[in-house]
């Protein structure tokens, strides 16, 4: 099932991942396109700013604080 509850909110990497479109340092940013489930794991698609959508697992990111956003 896709969740779509947090589509939209940037997120950063909270550490170095490696995927297979590419490498994402940590601090890497992006945009949340969905939340789904694949074999009893949680993933998170997401546009990333270097260029490419690949999904993470939620504990290799941290969705940023709107709270705390500068205008």
Known sequence: MID?????L???TI???RTVEGDLPKDACGTI???TENL????VL????????????PHEI???NLDNVQP
């Not at 779509?4 to 939209?8: Q, S």
């Not at 997401?46 to 999904?55: E, I, K, L, Q, S």
């Open 10 to 12: 940037r997120c950063r």
């Open 62 to 64: 941290e969705v940023a």
């Open 15 to 17: 550490r170095f991942v």
């Open 4 to 8: 779509r509850t947090r589509a939209g």
């Open 40 to 43: 009893g794991r949680l993933l």
């Open 33 to 35: 396109r969905y939340e």
């Open 46 to 57: 997401v546009d990333w700013d270097r260029g490419f959508t690949v999904p993470v697992f």
